[in-house]
């Protein structure tokens, strides 16, 4: 086939990355064609499940296929990245931008991660975002800055929390009534009841959309407490606590528990 027509049949349809490196197999001017053609690129669907193989060190298994074998064999064996996934990542590829991401966190190359979760962030997905905000805050991979931090997680819970949710109301509610709350969002969850707002992004997370809610909560509140990169602001800390204690996070309970004990708050 010829570059010209394959460039014209790859723009047609959705491929998935086990596709794509397949096709780049076919011979050398297939791969330089797919390779180079950023429209492709950008649309190929990465998909991995980041719960089983970028977990612990089990060996490959035969239910394991296409992503979720490459990324075990490029995390334990340290392999190169297939040129297909890793070209679609520098395209701006979201779900090859995450993909790729995990491996580098798992790799432990932190720095080459951010830069990847920085991609992924700008376009919105609210994981990279929270890892984002969070890597400022706490100095790992990029230098510590609140500014940052509070930028990034604001986008991350932005993004998450759902339309229907008056998160500026939570500051007003009695800690008794938002862990009765919490119990019947865990019934609302089961039914469909969006407290978060699910994001279609063509690819899996490695955190539940609720736990990455609650995490970006904590630290927000932390700051607003702290007085960093913002003034300080006790209400607005409990109102984040208080999100993040609506999402299952144990030490936001103790956090709000202790404000109220030591009269910091109220």
């Keep these: 086939m010829q570059s010209e027509l394959l460039g014209n049949v790859l723009r047609q349809m959705q491929w998935t990355s086990r596709e794509a490196i397949a ?3 076919v011979c050398h001017s297939w791969r330089r064609v797919i390779t180079s053609d950023q429209h492709f690129l950008k649309g190929v669907a990465v998909n991995v499940n980041p719960k089983a193989p970028l977990r612990g060190n089990q ?3 035969e239910c394991c296929r296409g992503m979720s074998v490459m990324v075990q064999q490029a995390r334990h064996r ?3 990245l297939p040129r297909v996934v890793d070209k679609a ?6 779900s090859a931008c995450v993909c790729v991401a995990q491996i580098q966190d798992a790799r432990g190359d932190t720095a080459a991660a951010l ?4 991609k992924a962030g700008k376009l919105g997905h609210p994981e990279a975002q929270f890892r984002l905000g969070r890597a400022c805050y706490e100095g790992v991979g ?3 800055d609140a500014q940052d931090a509070l930028l990034w997680l604001g986008r991350a819970t932005k993004t998450l929390l759902a339309e229907d949710i008056n998160v500026e109301s939570i500051s007003n509610v009695s800690t008794a009534s938002l862990l009765a709350r919490r119990t019947q969002l865990h019934l609302d969850r089961r039914q469909g009841f969006p407290y978060t707002r699910r994001v279609n992004f063509q690819t899996e997370s490695s955190m539940p959309e609720e736990q990455v ?3 970006a909560a904590l630290l927000l509140g932390f700051l607003h407490l702290d007085g960093e990169a913002t003034k300080f602001d006790a209400a607005e800390a409990l109102k984040w606590f208080k999100v993040a204690l609506l999402n299952d996070c144990a030490e936001a309970e103790r956090i709000i528990g202790t404000l109220f004990n030591t009269g910091q708050y109220g």
Excluded: E
């Design 23 to 25: 096709l780049t197999g």
């Design 59 to 61: 060996p490959l298994c």
């Design 78 to 80: 340290q392999l190169p």
């Design 89 to 94: 990542a520098h395209a701006g590829n979201l």
């Design 115 to 118: 830069k990847l979760w920085g």
């Design 142 to 144: 990029v230098a510590a």
């Design 213 to 215: 809610l609650a995490k």
